[in-house]
Structures are given as structure tokens and as C-alpha cells.
């Protein structure tokens, strides 16, 4: 079955530390993974997608299929990066995401 | 442009009553998904419609649930009668399109809670 895990609940980081957040999926196919934010009483919004290979927000995150991973990457931390966020999966073209249960960043300034 | 929105924001109902949820997409969105967040728990994908027509319902929990998609715009969840255990965030999501470039786009979610 398809599945996605993130095993960091809370992830504390100080101001311009590197941050990594950690995502598996399990999937045998070609899977194409996302990673969404919640910000503090905004709702849920992509940040980005595997297949753009973009960089928002001076995040980044890299699909390897060797390790089943897509950690989610940023060289400096910021106050305003502090939210909750979902690595996802989608296995078709019906648009169904498969979540993980999300890490909670905290920076600290 | 207005984003999709959902109604109520929160809901506290007695186990054993009715609720009604319901997502209104953005305009010109054939494409409307439930999921729900219950506590503790990943944010699990319930159905999804294509216009008035349910694609895949494949994660609704049980027939206590009931959605409804008339004319295709907007949608109704029902959950009748509620049990304790659905209590949770249920988020409603739109797109244009089901391939990888369309985004879904989510409502702000229905806080249940079921005593």
C-alpha cells in the first residue's frame, strides 16, 4: 500500500540554521510527491512539487528513489518558516493525495 | 478570486446527531476532494468528485457518511449518526484538472467535534 512517513513530529531549529525535513513514501511505481504548509491560522498550501524541481521559499527537495525519499531542504532557516508541514503523494492522475502526519518547525529566534 | 470555503467553521454536536459539512470550490473547478485530519492522525483523502459525479470514494470510512455533489458546484458531507471517533478536521480541496501541475487548492476545514 501506499504510504508516506514522516517520522519528525516537531522539528526546533535557531534562525539561519539549516533545516531538513524528512519524508519516505513507500510506493513500487513512479510516484510524483509534493510538499504542503500550514502556516499559523492560514490553511493548507502547496509549497512545492517534485516535478517542477522549483525552489520556493529557498526550499528544496529532491526525489530519490534509491533511498524512497523526498526530504525537504533549506540552508537558512527563518522566523517565518515556522508551520506545519505535509510531504504528500499522488500515484495517479485522479489527483488523490496520500499524506504523511506532518512536522511541526519551530525557529527560534 | 474568492478560494474555497467551507461552512461551518466549527461544529459541536452530541453522538448520535446529524451534521452537515459543505465545501463551496473555486468557480470553474470540476474537481472537489474531502479529507480529514482526525487527532493525531495524518490528513486522510475520504472522495473526490468529478463534476456531480463521485471518481472515487474509495476512502470513505463508512455508510454513515454521505456525499453529495448536485449540480456540481458546490458539495455536502453528512455524516449521520455521528460517532465519537469521527471527530477531526474535515478539508475541502478544488482543482482545475487531475494531472500533476493542477493544484489542489483547500478550504480552511470544518473543525467536528462529536461528545
Known amino acids: 500500500a501506499q504510504r508516506v512517513t514522516q517520522p519528525e513530529k516537531l522539528l526546533s531549529v535557531f534562525k539561519g540554521a539549516p533545516v531538513e525535513l524528512k519524508c519516505n513514501y513507500s510506493?513500487?511505481?513512479?510516484?510524483?510527491l509534493f510538499w504542503y504548509v500550514q502556516y499559523s491560522r492560514q490553511r493548507l498550501q502547496l509549497l512545492l512539487r517534485?516535478?517542477s524541481r522549483e525552489s520556493i521559499k529557498g526550499f528544496t527537495a529532491d526525489l530519490n528513489k534509491g533511498e524512497t525519499s523526498f526530504h525537504l531542504k533549506k540552508p537558512f532557516a527563518q522566523e517565518e518558516d515556522s508551520a506545519m508541514y505535509y510531504c504528500?503523494?499522488?500515484?495517479?492522475?485522479?489527483?488523490?493525495?496520500?499524506f504523511g502526519q506532518g512536522t511541526t518547525l519551530q525557529v527560534k529566534p | 478570486e474568492a478560494g474555497v470555503t467551507q461552512f461551518p467553521s466549527h461544529s459541536v454536536i452530541e453522538k448520535g446527531q446529524t451534521v452537515t459539512l459543505r465545501c463551496d470550490p473555486i468557480?470553474?473547478?470540476?474537481?472537489l476532494y474531502w479529507y480529514r485530519r482526525v487527532m493525531g492522525k495524518e490528513i486522510k483523502f475520504l472522495l473526490h468528485?468529478?463534476?456531480?459525479?463521485?471518481?472515487?470514494e474509495s476512502g470513505m470510512p463508512n455508510n454513515r457518511f454521505l456525499a453529495e455533489r448536485t449540480g456540481g458546484t458546490y458539495s455536502t458531507l453528512k455524516v449521520q449518526p455521528a460517532e465519537l471517533e469521527d471527530s477531526g478536521v474535515y478539508f475541502c480541496?478544488?482543482?482545475?484538472?487531475?494531472?500533476?501541475?493542477?493544484?489542489?487548492?483547500f478550504g480552511p476545514g470544518t473543525r467536528l467535534t462529536v461528545l
Open positions: 480541496a478544488s482543482s482545475m484538472g487531475t494531472n500533476l501541475q493542477d493544484t489542489q487548492y
Open positions: 510506493y513500487s511505481g513512479s510516484p510524483e
Open positions: 517534485h516535478i
Open positions: 504528500a503523494l499522488s500515484t495517479s492522475n485522479t489527483g488523490k493525495l496520500i
Open positions: 468557480s470553474g473547478h470540476d474537481n
Open positions: 468528485f468529478v463534476k456531480e459525479s463521485k471518481q472515487d
